[in-house]
Nanobody, 122 residues
Framework: VQLQASGGGLVQAGGSLRLSCAVS????????MGWFRQAPGKGREFVAAIGWTGGRLNYADSVKGRFTISRDNVKNTVYLQMNSLKPEDTAVYYCALGVKNYGRSWHQYDYWGQGTQVTVSS
């Protein structure tokens, strides 16, 4: 299974970015997807998660109301729309796939993308 994250970049505070994560390779009948991020010198932090049908949405308090996770199961792609970005959102963002699990902990996910850098300037 390969996860390819894209869409990161440099944006000013208050701006928006949309991250994408394309899943390829082995297929599963259903799977959950999550986004995590890691800032320099910090641990991997949960951002958002979504169930197979597009429900079961879960967000970190720090991004609730600003970020939206969605998925297109025909395209095998999950998205993270990030609005009202803040400098503290600066991090490498990782997408993750959970075959049997869904949750806020990184160890619940089985496959990971390579990460995409998001930098928010003040």
């Amino acid at each position: 299974v390969q996860l390819q994250a894209s869409g990161g970049g440099l944006v000013q505070a208050g701006g928006s970015l949309r991250l994408s994560c394309a899943v390829s390779g082995r297929t599963f009948s259903s799977y959950a997807m999550g986004w995590f991020r890691q800032a320099p010198g910090k641990g991997r932090e949960f951002v958002a998660a979504i169930g197979w049908t597009g429900g079961r949405l879960n967000y970190a308090d720090s991004v609730k109301g600003r970020f939206t996770i969605s998925r297109d199961n025909v395209k095998n792609t999950v998205y993270l729309q990030m609005n009202s970005l803040k400098p503290e959102d600066t991090a490498v963002y990782y997408c993750a796939l959970g075959v049997k699990n869904y949750g806020r902990s990184w160890h619940q996910y089985d496959y990971w993308g390579q990460g995409t850098q998001v930098t928010v300037s003040s």
